[in-house]
């Protein structure tokens, strides 16, 4: 097998057990993915926006200041990808947010600011649609803490640098 197969399946089986770990209680396994599946694309969505988090709230910042109507273009420019958050809020920084209501509204603002194609991706998922459960559950910030832990990297460096995209672009 090579590397990167057992690479994805390492982090496969530590992205399941996180399922176990946080969801036990709170899904039946086969539902596991309504929450699971969409957590993984924010997280990887999320490494992947890091190193250009600053530029692109700088560009948010100054597009809104100018008055600029259709920002999608700059903002993906900024990002150097064909997505972007505009929230200013990474998974890292809701990671110590003990308050699980404060927490839900940081979480919402966060999907809130994702570009137009991934909030598509998002209503997709349904994802929104968990968040009372989560929140009712105090499960949000384990969530987030668990796939914050370094033996799940799901950044370009830890995905094998290739990047998180379809087949189509």
């Given at each position: 097998?090579?590397?990167?197969?057992?690479?994805?399946a390492r982090i496969a089986?530590?992205?399941?057990?996180?399922?176990?770990?946080?969801l036990r209680d709170l899904y039946v396994r086969g539902k596991y993915r309504d929450v699971i599946l969409?957590?993984?694309v924010l997280r990887r969505l999320d490494s992947v926006l890091g190193p250009t988090r600053d530029a692109v709230m700088?560009?948010?910042?100054?597009?809104?200041?100018?008055?600029?109507?259709?920002?999608?273009?700059?903002?993906?420019d900024a990002a150097k990808q064909d997505f972007y958050n505009t929230?200013?809020?990474?998974l890292q920084d809701m990671r110590h947010v003990s308050n699980s209501t404060?927490?839900?509204?940081?979480?919402?603002?966060?999907?809130?600011g994702f570009s137009p194609n991934v909030q598509e991706i998002i209503d997709?998922?349904?994802f929104r649609n968990q968040l009372p459960r989560l929140t009712k559950a105090d499960a949000l910030g384990a969530l987030i803490e668990k796939f914050l832990a370094p033996d799940l990297d799901l950044s370009p460096?830890?995905?094998?640098?290739?990047?998180?995209t379809d087949e189509h672009g």
């Open positions: 097998m090579p590397h990167s197969s057992i690479n994805h089986a530590l992205i399941w057990n996180v399922a176990d770990d946080v969409p957590f993984t700088a560009m948010k910042k100054m597009l809104d200041e100018a008055g600029v109507a259709d920002q999608d273009a700059p903002l993906r929230s200013g809020f990474s404060r927490l839900r509204q940081n979480f919402e603002a966060y999907l809130d997709n998922f349904e460096a830890g995905m094998d640098n290739r990047p998180f």
